[in-house]
């Protein structure tokens, strides 16, 4: 039987080597009850039946020495604005206080059942009693609770204040809303959105902005690069 060596925990490179395995494979698919022999099966039209066997013994044993004939495409983590869909940004031109901020960035998570309504509540709690934690740099605010407290799927949604929202002193104008249901396990969404906050030009361009999709067109195109000499405002 052909085989190939793997780590014992996946690379890209030894998905792509199962993969090549797997497009040569000798019945070991069936589809409607027939086998699929793969590639081999397309060769028998073109290569005498003598030469098959030589062939097969070729292909196992350049793939053995770590070839591969199809590349296994590498996906990275998922950016955080791969997540922040058009519908999820709201432009806000009327003065709120911070806790109706939070409501309000919070409805289209909850509307599309991303959250529940006692996910808003436990993050207004937790800004009640530990003060606003939640403000980055430059007017960034990103705001979240615990799995536990209503995190049904992994979400995000972004309000932009054309007026200042005080979090107890701190000023706001741009308020993510982060549902998480998985604790720890998406810490990089978070490092994007403080990156963000690093970017005092970015952030100067989408306060210009009247238009969600124009908005979130400039975001999907972020580089989450950290200014040099970048200062707080």
Known sequence: MPWIKVHTILTNEDKSRIASLMMLNVDTYKADGEHINGLFQLLERYVPQEKMEALKQDVYQYLKQGNVLVEVEKKGPTQAFDLLKPENIQILNEEK???????????????????????????????????????????????????????????????????TISFEGEEVKYLFILSNPEQDKHLHLLRDIMNMSSDPALLSELDQMQDTQEIYKRLSQATYRIPKNSKSN
């Not at 430059?138 to 209503?150: F, M």
């Open 97 to 163: 206080s911070w806790e109706e901020a939070i409501k309000v960035a919070s409805k289209p998570l909850l509307q599309k059942k991303v959250i529940k309504e006692k996910y808003i509540i436990a993050m207004i709690e937790l800004l009640k009693e530990y003060g606003p934690y939640i403000v980055l740099r430059n007017k960034v605010a990103i705001a979240h609770a615990a799995p536990s407290q209503g995190a049904n799927i992994l979400g995000l949604s972004l309000l932009i204040s054309k007026r």
